[in-house]
């Protein structure tokens, strides 16, 4: 089955999305190199953690995903990642980031059961998905002190997010950004030095284009937006 364009409001939510995740690196990099003021630049990146992901929100609202049970709880989910990323920064609380997060990630499942037999959960490849889950969660617990099995129970959840949203090209890459990003993250967490912008250009952006390319793959599977669109045309 042939992919179907995407609907004006999703592409000008990813256009918005993209734009703001620029200028967040952008303000990280000049942090980096001392340039600017830095205060300023810090509230800059603030504000920013909390406006990146409502333009693919409000996006996939106003192409239909409320009418649709799968589409409330995607919704759901990434409005739940955003508050990870907005409360996250601005309490400075890892346990509050990993919460919020976790909290999306099992609404992102709820989101994806009704396909889990397209995806590549339901096989062989689960597997490998779990192995891999449970390798950089035992990674990233080393360094994580008592928040050594939560890290763990998350890494196995964002793994399985990762294998039922394989269920199209979009799913499949948008999970994989998905582990990506986590994985970086929890590295720079827990384990290693990575310093900033390096840790922000790859987490940020890997993570923003989990949550397009999730958005695309459900834009995809229920025909949001498509109507609409055909009759304005």
């Not at 998905?129 to 950089?136: E, M, N």
């Not at 990003?181 to 310093?195: A, K, T």
């Amino acid at each position: 089955m042939s992919a179907m364009p995407l609907p004006r409001p999703l592409r000008l939510g990813f256009w918005i999305a993209g734009a703001l995740l620029a200028v967040n690196l952008a303000a990280a990099t000049l942090l980096a190199l001392g340039l600017g003021d830095a205060g300023l630049l810090e509230q800059l990146r603030l504000v920013l953690m909390w406006a990146m992901l409502p333009p693919i929100w409000l996006a996939l609202i106003a192409v239909g995903a409320l009418r649709h049970a799968v589409g409330r709880w995607h919704v759901a989910a990434a409005v739940l990642c955003g508050l990870g990323d907005g409360l996250g920064a601005t309490t400075d609380l890892t346990i509050v980031l990993l919460g919020m997060f976790l909290l999306g990630h099992v609404a992102y499942l709820v989101a994806l059961w009704p396909t889990r037999r397209r995806s590549l959960a339901w096989g062989p490849a689960g597997i490998a998905y779990a192995i891999v889950g449970l390798i950089a969660g035992a990674i990233i617990a080393i360094g994580a002190g008592p928040l050594a099995l939560p890290v763990v129970l998350y890494a196995l959840v964002i793994a399985a997010v990762a294998a039922f949203a394989a269920i199209d090209v979009p799913g499949l890459f948008g999970g994989l950004l998905f582990m990506v990003s986590d994985l970086v993250l929890g590295l720079g967490l827990f384990v290693l030095e990575i310093p900033d912008p390096l840790r922000s250009i790859v987490v940020l952006s890997t993570y923003v284009g989990a949550q397009a390319l999730l958005a695309v793959s459900l834009q995809q599977r229920l025909a949001l937006g498509v109507a609409a669109q055909d009759d304005s045309t």
